[in-house]
């Protein structure tokens, strides 16, 4: 079921051509497609340092130094999958958080009535929110989640809607089963316990990133197999769960985080679950001076692509 790419070129000079996610062809009928690589440009939701809405155009540009095959599990998504890059959820009320939800919302779900697989470049982390209200309509699905924080508290500034509170509500809408939720690199000081309380207390298995270095890489995913099962599940990954001397561009950093090849370890540790989806949140590039945190974000899309093709190609048959 491969499709090899016919307008924008992945054989193309990687300088040539207009830059789309992993030099797919940009292809706007989901009908076309077992896997959407989308972008979602906004950052309403962040409280601090914003910039997240320039994240897609940079993780697209950076995306052009990824290549097909896999080097430690040989998978090759685009074998596997018809891919390609829908490009933007587009933002008519851009000022208005609650209308541009509604919006990435109607957006998700012409691709689950497609049986599409989204894969999203963010965005800030209020956005994971309306994707998974598109596609956990039916029932409540599982998350990994790698993040520097629990994103459950009630609201800040007055709002309930911004980059951390989006699993809150998931949980509180019937979104998300808590109970098959894993929350992986949690840390830093925060002025309230309620966050961290909300995860635990709701049944979520938490994973700072003490707990993490103690354990390692291979005994976190085998938590992870435990907690998800076989279940339906999300992976949502924030740039800032990586310690900032990786991927400096970002709007909430913590030092003392995950390196890369943990990051990527622990992503490639998901093949075989029953995986719907993924996000790369939280990239911002008018912090990201040397343009390496959106190629460490590009990349982690590529290592969610890989296990996300080869659990959609399980399930349609379409494996080789
Ligand atoms: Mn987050
Ligand atoms: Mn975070």
Redesign the pocket.
């Given at each position: 079921m491969a499709n090899e790419p016919n307008a924008t070129s992945r054989f193309a000079p990687r300088y040539s051509e207009i830059p789309t996610f992993m030099r797919t062809p940009l292809i706007r009928d989901p009908s076309k497609l077992d896997i959407a690589l989308v972008g979602v440009p906004f950052d309403a939701g962040a409280e601090n340092r914003p910039g997240q809405r320039h994240g897609p155009r940079e993780i697209r540009n950076m995306s052009s130094l990824t290549r097909s095959i896999h080097h430690v599990t040989k998978i090759n998504p685009y074998e596997l999958c018809r891919i390609g890059d829908m490009g933007d959820v587009a933002f008519p009320c851009a000022f208005d958080l609650e209308k541009s939800h509604a919006d990435i919302t109607r957006f998700y779900a012409t691709l689950r009535e497609a049986d599409v697989a989204p894969l999203s470049a963010g965005g800030d982390?209020s956005i994971s929110l309306p994707i998974l209200r598109a596609i956990a309509g039916r029932q409540p699905v599982g998350m990994v989640h790698i993040?520097?924080?629990t994103?459950t508290c009630d609201e800040e500034l007055g709002s309930r809607f911004t980059?951390g509170t989006p699993f809150r509500r998931a949980v509180e809408e019937g979104l998300l089963d808590p109970k098959r939720v894993v929350q992986i690199g949690i840390r830093g000081a925060q002025n309230s316990e309620e966050g961290w309380v909300f995860s635990l207390d709701s049944g979520m298995r938490v994973i700072f990133i003490e707990e993490f270095s103690r354990l390692g890489v291979e005994a976190v995913i085998a938590e992870v197999r435990r907690s998800v099962g076989d279940c339906p599940t999300y992976v949502s990954f924030?740039?800032?769960?990586l310690d900032p001397a990786f991927a400096p561009g970002?709007?909430?950093p913590?030092v003392g985080g995950l390196t890369t090849i943990e990051a990527q370890g622990l992503l490639r540790g998901l093949r075989g679950l029953n995986l719907i989806g993924g996000d790369v949140v939280?990239v911002s590039p008018p912090f990201d001076s040397t343009g390496n945190t959106a190629l460490v974000g590009a990349t982690m899309m590529y290592e969610i692509l890989c296990v996300v093709a080869d659990a959609v190609s399980q399930r349609k048959g379409t494996s080789k």
């Amino acid at each position: 079921m491969a499709n090899e790419p016919n307008a924008t070129s992945r054989f193309a000079p990687r300088y040539s051509e207009i830059p789309t996610f992993m030099r797919t062809p940009l292809i706007r009928d989901p009908s076309k497609l077992d896997i959407a690589l989308v972008g979602v440009p906004f950052d309403a939701g962040a409280e601090n340092r914003p910039g997240q809405r320039h994240g897609p155009r940079e993780i697209r540009n950076m995306s052009s130094l990824t290549r097909s095959i896999h080097h430690v599990t040989k998978i090759n998504p685009y074998e596997l999958c018809r891919i390609g890059d829908m490009g933007d959820v587009a933002f008519p009320c851009a000022f208005d958080l609650e209308k541009s939800h509604a919006d990435i919302t109607r957006f998700y779900a012409t691709l689950r009535e497609a049986d599409v697989a989204p894969l999203s470049a963010g965005g800030d982390h209020s956005i994971s929110l309306p994707i998974l209200r598109a596609i956990a309509g039916r029932q409540p699905v599982g998350m990994v989640h790698i993040d520097a924080h629990t994103d459950t508290c009630d609201e800040e500034l007055g709002s309930r809607f911004t980059h951390g509170t989006p699993f809150r509500r998931a949980v509180e809408e019937g979104l998300l089963d808590p109970k098959r939720v894993v929350q992986i690199g949690i840390r830093g000081a925060q002025n309230s316990e309620e966050g961290w309380v909300f995860s635990l207390d709701s049944g979520m298995r938490v994973i700072f990133i003490e707990e993490f270095s103690r354990l390692g890489v291979e005994a976190v995913i085998a938590e992870v197999r435990r907690s998800v099962g076989d279940c339906p599940t999300y992976v949502s990954f924030d740039i800032d769960s990586l310690d900032p001397a990786f991927a400096p561009g970002t709007g909430t950093p913590e030092v003392g985080g995950l390196t890369t090849i943990e990051a990527q370890g622990l992503l490639r540790g998901l093949r075989g679950l029953n995986l719907i989806g993924g996000d790369v949140v939280e990239v911002s590039p008018p912090f990201d001076s040397t343009g390496n945190t959106a190629l460490v974000g590009a990349t982690m899309m590529y290592e969610i692509l890989c296990v996300v093709a080869d659990a959609v190609s399980q399930r349609k048959g379409t494996s080789k």
